[in-house]
């Protein structure tokens, strides 16, 4: 398998588990999702490791969701059930990861589903590389092209993160619901922080990564997301403009605590006064962020209608201050792309041309 260059080093072996015990709390919150949730819990059911627990928080649901799982729990002692009032996403995970018994905790969401052997690949992957208490994954197929008992290939790469994204070149992924990571290591971060503001995934993974390294696994295809298309705007927020302003305010949290700052999402501060705190950054810092940001680029196109060079200018909007500024930004980004990648644009975007040239 192969190591990446000036990986951390390991400070002391994982005691080998037991086979017998719990190695796993896999955690769900879900809220009004009947129709999807067989899918999510049977594949997690399937798994080739035997030895987890399904800790599913039912986030005040009320359609038929608790009577769904209180015939699953019937049947496999494994699944355990917390009921609470609707507190949201980030609170329900806590509070499946301080009621977790394992050694690591794993996450789902209920509208996403697994391959059969994605908890055995990731546990076995921190157990063998055990510097990392935490590892994501890499590349997510569309749920489109889930199929119950689907295997995972066991061939994969990773690279490593413990830093800043503003102190890296690394583009940023995110330790979210295709996530592993140790208990103790969740808790000592402080688990999602619960403001409306931010992005509970980005934000927490920026957290840890000043805290602890962690690693992204490609090529492991175990993870099976729902994304945002034409097909499924009913299932994404239908305010799809705010999602780069929260993605944007975990940034600008991240630079204040980087920088010495108070940080304005512990501090309550509104989504707009905490997103017009980006002027103060270097034009540096803003490439660094419009280089995450671009990753809503197509979301915005496909939900909000907008071309692609529209929903760019868009985001440029947030995090600049003239259309120089913006230009500068965008050669920036386009120079420090590598060259293949420049070339390839190039050439489908001549295939474009000839193909309405030729027509």
Request: charged share 20%; glycine share 4%; proline share 5%.
């Amino acid at each position: 398998m192969p190591k990446p260059i000036n990986a951390p080093a390991p400070s002391e072996p994982m005691k080998t588990l037991n086979k017998e015990s719990i190695v796993v709390s896999v955690i769900m919150a879900t809220y009004n999702r009947y129709d999807l949730l067989p899918r999510a819990i049977d594949s997690i059911l399937a798994q080739t490791l035997k030895n987890f627990e399904f800790i599913i928080i039912d986030d005040g649901s009320t359609d038929a969701t608790a009577k769904l799982l209180q015939e699953y729990s019937t049947k496999d002692s494994r699944i355990k059930i917390i009921t609470q009032e609707n507190q949201g996403l980030a609170a329900s995970r806590n509070n499946g990861a301080a009621n977790a018994k394992a050694k690591y905790i794993a996450f789902i969401d209920s509208d996403d589903a697994c391959a059969v052997n994605r908890l055995e690949l990731q546990v076995g992957f921190l157990e063998q590389n055990y510097q990392y208490p935490a590892c994501s994954l890499g590349q997510n197929p569309s749920i489109d092209d889930y199929y119950p008992g689907v295997v995972a290939d066991t061939n994969y790469t990773y690279t490593w993160y413990k830093t800043s994204p503003f102190h890296t070149k690394k583009v940023f992924s995110i330790l979210g619901p295709n996530s592993m990571m140790t208990k103790e290591s969740f808790i000592r971060v402080g688990g999602n922080r619960t403001q409306p503001t931010i992005i509970e995934d980005l934000d927490f993974t920026l957290r840890y990564s000043n805290h602890y390294a962690w690693a992204l696994i490609y090529n492991m295809n175990t993870y099976f997301y729902t994304s945002p298309s034409t097909t499924n705007k009913g299932l994404v927020n239908d305010n799809v403009l705010t999602f780069p302003k929260r993605h944007l305010a975990c940034y600008v949290s991240e630079w204040c605590r980087v920088n010495g700052h108070p940080d304005p999402v512990e501090q309550g501060k509104p989504l707009e006064e905490i997103i017009s705190m980006v002027r103060a950054m270097t034009r540096a810092e803003r490439l660094t962020v419009y280089i995450h940001l671009r990753y809503f680029a197509k979301t915005l196109s496909l939900i909000e209608g907008m071309t692609m060079k529209q929903a760019k200018r868009y985001l440029l909007s947030l995090i600049t201050n003239s259309d120089f500024e913006s230009r500068w930004i965008e050669i920036r980004f386009v120079i420090s792309l590598p060259f293949s990648y420049i070339i390839k644009a190039l050439m489908t975007r001549l295939k474009r041309w000839l193909s309405r040239f030729l027509h």
